[in-house]
């Protein structure tokens, strides 16, 4: 009984720090995140058109991408991703966005990365432990506004469809070069020890309530209202 007890309050203790954990590492990252979906979606004109929210399979928000963290070497930005399953979000996972040669031509000092991930390859690529965009992985800037039809062809064959916010202006643009990987201490502090790629494949796993402010507006996507 005493064995038992015991082992109650190492599963209780080891819960309680991840818990604490992700207050200081990541509860702001999945707020802005959230603010990020909501900030686009306000403005239809300049969204991604909502027929590729439909096809997407995943999706990746990096929010507040310091230019600094492309100035120290190995520094990556950092956000969350959910894909679907039966047409539904399900629970995130974080993410890592590393430098490209893209990143210190970007002119301001923070911007806000959302990457589209358009096909089960794709899905498949992004949760390897390292996958370089443009080489491993396609992509190209997608398209914005209300109509996925002026899309050009290079646009609707890329595996990944990414974009950016800046100072106000929502536009699609080239992350070729640019590493994305799992981020595996925030994962841990959310998740304990499931392993990313089986939270996303598995589609079983419930979103953590400390997600819910963004899985409420990738419901909103899914529901097509923009608020």
Known sequence: MRTLTAAMVVALTAATAHAADLSTKGTDRIREAATVLQEIHSVPDKDIPAELWERAECVIVVPSLKKAAFVVGGEYGKGL??????????????????????????????IDLVLLVMNKSGMEKMLRNKVTLGAEASVAGGPVGRDARAATDAQMKAEILSYSRTQGLFAGVNLSGGVVKPDEDDNRDLYGAKAPRDIVMGGTVEPPAATEAFMAQLKRTSAGTKD
């Open 81 to 110: 991703m959910s894909c679907k399953h039966g047409g539904q979000w399900g629970a995130p996972i974080f993410m890592q966005v590393g430098k490209g040669s893209w990143g210190l031509q970007i002119g301001a000092q923070s």
